[in-house]
């Protein structure tokens, strides 16, 4: 299934290149500037997300960009601008979604078998983290 159309700012979808090797499965392809919109500095991954209650996110980048998959299983996103909130039912892995700066951002109801794929433009800072609501409606109002 395609993911819905984004109406969230600094969000968007990423398509991959994609090869439909069947019988022997499928190769996935992202490249930094290329179709990831930046040069990729980091990549991380979330699995083992057996705890149904497991929440993840609660949080907004000051300027960090990254792009986020869903390789395997499916979850809830909910972006949040400020303005427009959106919830998406990720569960397709040919897709990625844009997380850019300045957008709260939740997940939540991990299938079981979930793994989600980050792609970032620069390394861990915990000084680009906006991980009070209240802090990041201020943060958004004086950009
Ligand atoms: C994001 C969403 C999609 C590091 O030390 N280095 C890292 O590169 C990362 C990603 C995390 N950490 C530490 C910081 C925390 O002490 O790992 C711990 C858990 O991180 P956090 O609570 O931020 O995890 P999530 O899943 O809520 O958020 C992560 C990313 O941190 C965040 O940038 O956008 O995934």
């Given at each position: 299934m395609r993911l819905?159309?984004?109406k969230v700012k600094?969000?968007?979808?990423?398509?991959?290149?994609?090869?439909?090797?069947?019988p022997d499965g499928?190769?996935?392809?992202?490249?930094?500037?290329?179709?990831?919109?930046?040069?990729i500095k980091r990549v991380y991954?979330?699995?083992?997300l057996f705890n149904k209650k497991a929440h993840r996110g609660w949080h907004a980048h000051k300027k960090l960009e990254q792009i986020i998959f869903c390789v395997n299983g499916h979850f809830r996103l909910?972006?949040?601008?400020?303005r427009t909130k959106q919830t998406i039912n990720?569960?397709?892995?040919y897709y990625g979604l844009r997380l850019g700066p300045r957008l709260w951002h939740t997940m939540t109801r991990?299938?079981?078998?979930?793994?989600?794929?980050v792609l970032a433009s620069d390394y861990y800072r915990a000084s680009?983290?906006?991980r009070d609501y209240g802090e990041f409606k201020k943060f958004i109002r004086r950009q």
């Open positions: 819905p159309k984004i600094n969000s968007g979808v990423v398509k991959c290149q994609f090869f439909n090797d069947f499928n190769l996935v392809i992202a490249e930094g500037r290329r179709n990831i919109p930046f040069p991954f979330i699995n083992h909910t972006l949040d601008d400020g990720f569960d397709n892995p991990f299938s079981p078998d979930c793994v989600i794929l680009d983290y906006i």
